[in-house]
């Protein structure tokens, strides 16, 4: 059976063309919109519309006003389109056809048409002139390497100097702190970014709070944030440093107060790093917000051009081409590796870097943190590109200064040594954390602290990093210290007759002897004859400090102090 249109299954389809005049509808003419009468008028409200466009996506968005900052051209391209369209809205959708309607278009927005197509043929000739197929060689001169004796040059440290939590633990001990404090806990967090700084000749990270959510800042923000948390790396204290005034620029603040926004209100043409929080030797807490700086074409060569200080208290703010003495981080860690593998890369040529690859060098994966004199260093391995498992040396840059140095040294990377420390203590499943380098012995030395799943430090770990078959552990940073020199020397390392860093020998005649029990461990306190200061040795570190009598002659090594009662190390009878 033929299948007819007007039989569709029972249904009748509305408006099928039966061709029946009766059914056809003339079409009815377009009703044409309004136009603002008065050019000028229209004028003034496409400017007044399109600045209030910019004014928004600028207070939301805040993009530097600069052509070397990629959202700029975000920004502009926003504004023009804003411009057109109120333009078209305003002149009332004048011409019939095609062709009339694109003149009336080309009429209306001819400006900010070409505007925006100039700043786009500006962004692709700027990208391709700052490329680094073109400019090799500028961006290998980004950093300036120079070569350092390690040994010559980083001085041994001494154990309680050495940072022995990494962030991961900080984090951990940063949100306990705030939970044992009840007038705190439900109003404020702490954020994840803890900066690490030398403050007082200690290394410590520094983290400020944040408001618990949208209600809490509503409520809280006319009083700010009132504390920080300052963690000290080493003895692993935590402690939450009230202000008598408080933090009221951070990045938790939603309106003016805003970290970013108040620097782009000031500063509307600088460009800027992360800001990270740093404290001032009074302890008065500033954001460090680094200006960045295109060197190379329109968009390549980033580098850091001084800092803005904003106290976080006030708001004041502040821009130091050079920055004062205790700042420690102005060069992100980021941007130092990066110049590094331009560096690496690129000094022989592009192509060379992908075929030839001669003397062709990158960083490894991580990188740590060393704290030297009053400035903290960045640590991170240096590898061939070939994928192998060892190091061919190591890089030491400065974040201050940016002064960086190349020790030459072949050993196993970071990874390979973590994997050695595990394997030691297998048995008991801790993990690595990411080595720190030290000069232990006038060895380069991976120190690594040794976590159990709850993220708490249980033992210390030292691997040379020439020969990372030799590791040492131990329950304390002196003992792992110890048990590690023992092993070096052992193996022809070093002599035998290397002092434990920081270290001093005293020997004598033991004319006093007593013992106590300090944090379930027996300690045992001596004083040698002709002496009026006692020399603390564990029985759980030495042994024979058990069996020791008066009158038995002794070398006692122990740090120096200005107290009555020395932390001996070991001992030792003659």
Known sequence: MAFSGTDAGGFQWE?????????????????????????????????????????????LELPAISLQAPEFYSFALVVCAAYCICAVLTSGFQGEGVKQYFRFLKKQCAVPFFLALALIVVSIVGSVVGSVIFRAKSYSELLKVESGDF?????????????????????????????????MVSQFEVVDDYTQINYKGRPVRVATLMYADLVKWFTNRSDGLPAYILIDMVTQNVELVRLEEGIKYTNAEHLNRNLYRHLRFHFPTYMFSNPVMEVNEEGVPYWICPRIVKTIGLFGGVDVKGAVLVNAVTGECQYHEEVPSWVDNLYPAGLIVQQYDYYGMYHNGFF???????????????????ALG???????????????????????????????????????????????????????????????????????????????????????AMVNVQQYQIVATG???????????AMLSQNGVVD?????????????????????????????????????????????????????????????????????????????RK
């Not at 001494?158 to 951990?172: F, G, T």
């Not at 001669?358 to 990188?367: K, L, S």
């Not at 970071?414 to 030290?438: D, I």
């Not at 860093?501 to 040698?528: C, K, P, W």
Request: net charge negative; hydrophobic share 35%; glycine share 10%.
């Open 352 to 370: 060379n870097s992908i075929f030839g690859q001669r003397d062709v060098t990158v960083t490894t994966d991580d990188y740590n943190y060393l």
């Open 374 to 460: 009053d400035d903290v260093w960045v640590y991170t391995g240096i590898t061939s590109t070939g994928g192998d498992q060892s190091n061919i040396g190591f890089l030491l840059t400065n974040q201050r200064t940016k002064e960086s140095k190349f020790y030459s040294c072949a050993g196993a990377t970071e990874q390979s040594a973590m994997a050695s420390a595990n394997g030691e203590l297998q048995n008991l499943r801790y993990q690595a954390t990411f080595p720190l380098l030290l000069n232990v012995g006038g060895q380069p030395t991976y120190f690594m602290a040794m976590k159990d799943g709850a993220e708490l430090v249980k033992k210390y």
């Open 151 to 183: 040994a010559a040059e980083v001085d041994e440290i001494s154990y309680d100097q050495i940072p022995m939590l990494d962030k991961y633990s900080a984090e951990r001990l940063g949100d306990r702190k705030l939970g044992e404090l009840s007038d």
């Open 496 to 572: 035998g007759g290397v002092n434990l860093s920081g270290t001093q020998t005293a020997e004598g005649t033991i004319a006093e002897i007593r013992s106590a029990v300090l944090d379930g461990n027996s300690v045992y306190f001596i004083r040698l004859t002709g002496g009026d200061v006692f020399y603390s040795v564990s029985a759980v570190d030495q042994p024979l400090a058990v069996i020791l009598n008066e009158g038995d002659r002794v070398a006692v090594t122990y740090r120096a102090g200005e107290n009555s009662i020395l932390d001996g190390v070991t001992v030792e």
């Open 475 to 485: 329950d304390t940073v002196a003992q792992c210290e110890q048990n590690y020199l």
């Open 15 to 59: 408006g099928f063309n039966s061709g029946a005049p009766s059914q056809q509808h003339p079409p009815q003419p377009k009703k044409k919109r309004k136009a603002v009468k008065s050019p000028a008028a229209r004028v003034l409200i496409n400017l007044l519309v399109t600045a209030a466009v910019g004014s928004l996506y600028f207070y």
